[in-house]
């Protein structure tokens, strides 16, 4: 027997305190705080989803024994919080009896996101049912289906020929005792005995970058468990544009992206079922949220005329489709809601984050942006909203970055100064492979601070740094290919990859034509609805970045408006989080097109504001 | 060139004469009038589809050049016929310009069966519109999909992924000028440019037999073309009965039956487009009428309850699916309308024959009885219905009798005597090969009005023979494996198979039992709605054997009441019928709804009753 076995075979109680009072938990040794917080339906905010890289899942650890700190952990927790016993519950290990105190205790059908919280009734598109139906005689010759439709009191169920196929067997090995799944008048499933307890869901959110796909358990609300992977379709281009273009250049094009999300939707879906001891068709419902040109590859519908002006898209309503329909190799009951777009270049991804934000029903006039392969900007209140893209993100997931890397594994997602020393972070605390968004903006606004980038986004050149600066940083100036001007941010000897990570000139070229664009965009769209930038109320970021850049650059870089400095939340995987509302609530998932009906669009291309706007923001703010 | 092409290649008119006027067409030479008049909209009786077995198809050419008169044609017509230029339809070739005379004459929107006309309004469950859409613009970026339901007025479309992801090629080869196929909300097709006249559907009568599948133009109602098959599903055993045995002892039987059934709808289906010039995705709609066990097994549902009491069904409603859910391979918008059924063994056949005969909407009390493989019996009228099947009708379908056979070419379907000349005629006029329903039924009836069968259905013994009717028959009488007696009707020398075709002592027991059956079921619905046999005011008679049978003799052996000798009518293929009739019309389609409602099942095994009229019929009368 190894040590994990050995573990996994003792069983120890948890003690979990917290306002609400305590709750004892059992679990086998070896379990993360995370997994025991998972299962026993408590919610602690995770916006990695538990791979130790946010930091935010933070409990503390009053008694009992559990395993030694890492180092990626410790990076995580302040020297007063260690002396507090402050662990994070996703790299937490139970090793004994253990009482842990939790600062948000939330149960039930509550999902805490960054900062937000959200109470939802729990009312899926699905429901279950345990009913012992009359078993037929002569006197009683009504057909099977009848029978199961007058016992469900539904006039006119509505069948698939799968289900029908099996229902004869199951009625009559189960003795006529059976649970029912359906959705108004659809029958979906039939389970022999009473299974109503077992029904799942699984909220995904398609990036163009990541795939992640929540688990939920649709009777008690819980998120079960959640999995991620970077989108398969990247072997085929890393941003939207170029899949596009090998959609329209081969032949098989599309269908080599639609086969290769499908098979990973379903893979991922396997994976988190086999893990939990879920049979497959126990999953009966999949929300999608993704942007437009991601769905439309899930769906094998070519994005090619979203591509180009003007910019048109096949489909943008809310679809249901059964997960056979899509060749996804689910459960014979399951079926896909795929969330509605606004527009190509605001797709559902965005509609689950305006969800998640609740920016559709309040008074307040928020702003959303979701700062990812395209920057998103939404504006408004229950009243009204106005939304456009930006072509502009991909500086901040580093694409047209020189040493530019999205944000994972060997990123350097933090940049601070340390009197004349330069420090950094990476993510998952490996040696550096490239820079990522939020290490972007701190590296040009500490360039800026430093006045070693001028207003005009100018990289001083290393005489004038020495004269401005000091030589410590002059240093750090090196010319690369072509004579570009580059600053040293990891030397060769100290990076992972044996090259230096530097910022161009051309990278902070890239960063004024993205931040301008938001930033434009942002004007564009207050102006719109007739509103000064001081009358929003709350500044949204949706997306990894927004939970990970340090707020006070994003400013100084002229990002986001300084009049919002105190009014940001970030809301971490907005799309995610709208995703799991939708699945957990028909409500909820109808409250999606209510949005897609409210949000207006705005066509950057074809306003002239827009371009003098842009143009107005392209420098940076004095120091 | 050979002969048929030079024929091909010139045209002719053809006058056609009624009470309605003339009207001129113009034909290519060797075409049948019959072809002739399906191509134009015009109707004729013809229940066996044009094959020259029926003889109903009459129209009496008046001038011109047409094609000799076979030994087949002439069976069916009077010498007085033929002196007056009568000839049938679907054998008359015509060779020059020529004037044919209708007696029923039917144009548009009117079906003609046997005896009885139809008029309904062309409204079928699809219609399809031309439209013009607007182009797509940087100031009108509705995606496709929102921009087809726009034009189509539309709120909420739905539309089938392979459709969505034809749209945007679709509506970019034409200019954004299509045709679009619809269904309310569902939008199931879109073609380029305009193809709002091309709108066809197949309805299909699906018989444990025969499977005849008709070709209807959906906007002028027109039946463009009919084709029949021996249902391949005969290969795993003729009677229902023994294909459910099938289903049930082998792991692959269901799929195989399924499979079987399914093919050869496609195939039939491709053979009528083709031979026709219609695409394959121009026909939207397939209607299915059958008995219960058929749609159970072309839906691969089992049919296993169906076989023993309490005679389950899995599904007996009316279901909608997609073709391609059928593993059809028809268009890929086209849909599949399986009428519904009343219980295991009252189908769907039965239900459109309902429709067809129009009992269901009479103040007249009316009984319609379907002798196939089994005798199912409805009667009653627009206030109440009520029906039961006796498990008694395969001896009139051939099955059980020793040289039985059913109704297709070279089974002898009329016997008379001509003094003491016994003649007989043949399906097809080839060689005789075995006796069908009508056969039988003459033969029965005539050893009865001869004595030779005595009232208890024994068949004498040739020294009574001799004494009771003479030699010349008496010489008929022979005995045939083990002793059991029989009465020739065809010898060795004169029979296709070079046997003789006789009728034995146990085919007449097998007579007796069926129409006893038949019988007792009629007198418990006609006690069961509290009505007197007189008070019948329409036999309908539906199905092949119906049409053929002489009635009279079908009173002598005491299968139809003789109250209703004068009310019968015979509906020819009634399923097939009330298949158009929902094809053409919505309202049609969903009074199959109606009438499944209203018709009460009896279950005769379980009605006393039933017992003691069985075995009071089971004698002849005297003569």
């Known amino acids: ?50 791979k130790g890289i946010c930091g935010k899942c933070k409990v503390r650890v009053r008694n009992g024994e559990v395993s030694d700190m890492t180092h990626l952990e410790s990076q995580f927790l302040s020297h007063k919080e260690k002396q507090d016993g402050y ?4 790299m937490t290990g139970i090793l004994g009896d253990t009482e842990v105190v939790m600062e948000n205790y939330l149960e039930g059908a509550q999902i805490m996101s960054t900062g937000i919280e959200y109470s939802v009734d729990i009312s899926p598109q699905i429901a279950k049912k345990y009913i012992e139906l009359d078993v037929p005689s002569v006197d009683d010759q009504r057909d099977d289906l009848k029978r199961l ?8 169920p509505e069948a698939g020929i799968f289900l029908i196929r099996r229902l004869p067997q199951v009625l009559r090995d189960s003795d006529f005792k059976v649970t029912v799944a359906y959705d108004g008048n659809k029958i979906l499933d039939v389970d022999k005995g009473d299974t109503s307890d077992k029904i799942y869901g699984v909220a995904i959110d398609i990036g163009t970058t990541t795939v992640v796909c929540y688990l939920m358990n649709l009777i008690t609300g819980a998120q079960v468990d959640v999995i991620s992977g970077l989108n398969v379709q990247r072997t085929y281009g890393d941003d939207v544009i170029s899949r596009i273009q090998y959609t329209m250049e081969n032949i098989d094009g599309l269908s080599r992206l639609r086969q290769g999300i499908g098979n990973q939707i379903s893979e991922l879906i396997h994976g988190l079922a086999r893990k939990n001891h879920i049979p497959i068709d126990d999953i009966y419902n999949v929300v999608i949220a993704g942007n437009t040109i991601m769905s439309h590859l899930l769906l094998g519908i070519t994005p090619g005329h979203i591509a180009a002006a003007p910019f048109t898209p096949v489909a943008t309503k809310a679809q249901i489709y059964n997960a056979r329909d899509l060749d996804l190799s689910l459960g014979q009951a399951s079926r896909v809601f795929v969330l509605p777009h606004i ?30 392969t395209n920057g998103e900007i939404v504006l408004g209140n229950k009243d009204r909203m106005v939304c456009c893209s930006t072509a502009a993100g991909p500086a901040f997931e580093g694409a047209n970055i020189r040493n530019g890397m999205g944000g994972i594994s060997g990123a350097i997602n933090t940049i601070t100064l340390d009197g004349e020393k330069l420090r950094y972070t990476t993510i998952g605390d490996k040696a550096p492979l490239g820079i990522c968004g939020s290490g972007i903006v701190d590296v040009v606004a500490m360039l800026l601070d430093l006045g070693i980038v001028d207003e005009t986004g100018r990289l001083l050149d290393e005489r004038e740094i020495e004269s401005e600066v000091g030589s410590k940083l002059a240093c750090r100036l090196r010319k690369v290919e072509d004579g570009l001007s580059a600053f040293t941010i990891v030397d060769e000897g100290s990076s992972g990859t044996g090259g230096s990570i530097v910022i161009t000139q051309k990278d902070i070229r890239e960063v004024q034509l993205a931040k301008a664009a938001i930033a434009a965009g942002i004007k564009v769209l207050v102006s719109k609805i007739g509103r000064e930038m001081d009358e929003i109320a709350n500044l949204y970021l949706a997306g990894g970045f927004g939970s990970y850049i340090d707020k006070r650059n994003a400013i100084r870089i002229g990002l986001i408006p300084p009049e919002l400095q105190h009014r940001i939340i970030a809301l971490g995987n907005a799309a995610g989080t709208g995703a799991m509302l939708s699945l957990l609530s028909l409500a909820e998932y109808e409250r999606t097109n209510t949005i897609k009906a409210k949000a207006e669009y705005v066509e950057l291309s074809s306003t002239p504001e827009f371009q003098n706007e842009y143009v107005d923001s392209m420098y940076f703010e004095s120091p």
Chains 1, 2 share one sequence.
């Not at 797709?347 to 928020?366: H, K, N, P, Q, T």
């Open 149 to 156: 439709a007058d016992a469900l009191k539904t006039e006119a």
């Open 87 to 90: 662990r994070l519950a996703c």
């Open 343 to 372: 527009s190509g270049y605001v797709g559902s991804d965005i509609v689950a984050g305006i969800l998640a934000s609740g920016m559709d029903r309040s008074e307040d006039v928020s702003l959303m942006i979701d700062i990812g």
């Open 1 to 50: 027997m190894d040590n994990g076995q050995n573990l996994g075979s003792r069983q120890y109680t948890v003690r979990i305190l917290s306002d609400e009072g305590h709750k004892d938990v059992t679990c086998y040794g070896g379990s993360s705080l995370m997994d025991i917080f998972r299962q026993n339906n408590i919610y602690i905010e995770a916006p990695c989803g538990g």
